[in-house]
């Protein structure tokens, strides 16, 4: 018999605990039952949960097993920190017309929903984090020519009341090329993402609810995502 999703485990905190603790290959593998058990498979089986509710809130929007899961391997190639693996989980439910890839790649899967649980705290919200300067320089082209739209969701009362504000990570100091300062959009030009999220308490991530919890945020966020993905040329589906 197939296993329902019962929430993420108590154990995969413990798991993340440890492993942020004895971050090397050692460690690791001498815990990867616990990974797989406790963290990896209840991932996947929730990835399964959100794709089936994605099909009645934006249908254009899919989780895979094989994809929407984060790599637990950091990429250490340009890091001067070493440490192998993640401390943290995630999950990525993206385009189904675009690369499920996330910030500056070439296959970039434009804007979605994110999931993130760690020791230290757990969230959940949706946009296009880092996009390339092609999409970057498509997104600008939008809101000059439909400001008003995408001031409409962002700054509606609930937007505002469930996710706060943008998320001003790496935001230029200066205004880019091209884009002037009296501008009726120019306080979105300075951006470099678009996001927003909202903290998600620890008895939403060990429920078995958890599935229907993502889902009403990623319903309140889905008008960005769209409107988002629509600059980019990725368009809103009706069904699946």
């Known amino acids: 018999m197939e296993q329902e999703f019962q929430g993420i485990p108590r154990g995969a905190l413990t798991f993340l605990r440890g492993l942020a603790k004895n971050n090397r290959k050692e460690w690791f593998e001498e815990h990867r039952a616990d990974y797989e058990s406790k963290l990896r498979q209840p991932m996947l089986m929730l990835v399964d949960e959100i794709d089936a509710r994605l099909a009645s809130i934006a249908p254009e929007i899919i ?13 250490i190639r340009f890091s001067k920190d070493k440490s192998p693996y993640k401390a ?21 899967g434009g804007a979605g929903f994110y999931f993130h649980f760690a020791p230290e705290g757990s969230c959940c919200g949706g946009g296009i984090w880092m996009p390339p300067r092609p999409a970057l320089q498509r ?55 678009f996001t927003a999220g909202a903290e998600l308490k620890i ?8 599935p ?3 889902a009403r945020h990623f319903s309140a966020i889905a008008p960005m995502v769209r409107w988002l993905n629509d ?3 990725l368009k809103e589906s009706a069904e699946r």
Do not use: N
């Open 203 to 210: 008895g939403d991530l060990h429920s078995a609810s958890l």
């Open 231 to 233: 600059s980019l040329g």
């Open 63 to 75: 989780g895979s097993r094989r994809k929407s899961m984060f790599r637990i391997h950091r990429d």
């Open 139 to 193: 997104i600008r082209q939008s809101l000059v020519e439909d400001c008003d739209g995408f001031e409409e969701i962002v700054l509606s009362r609930s937007f505002k009341r469930r996710f706060g504000a943008l998320s001003e990570e790496a935001m230029l100091v200066r205004m880019p090329r091209g884009f002037s300062d009296d501008s009726p959009c120019a306080r979105w030009m300075r951006y470099q993402s």
């Open 88 to 108: 943290h989980a995630a999950c990525w439910f993206y385009h189904r017309d675009a690369g499920s890839g996330v910030g500056g790649d070439a296959a970039h």
């Open 212 to 214: 229907d919890t993502l």
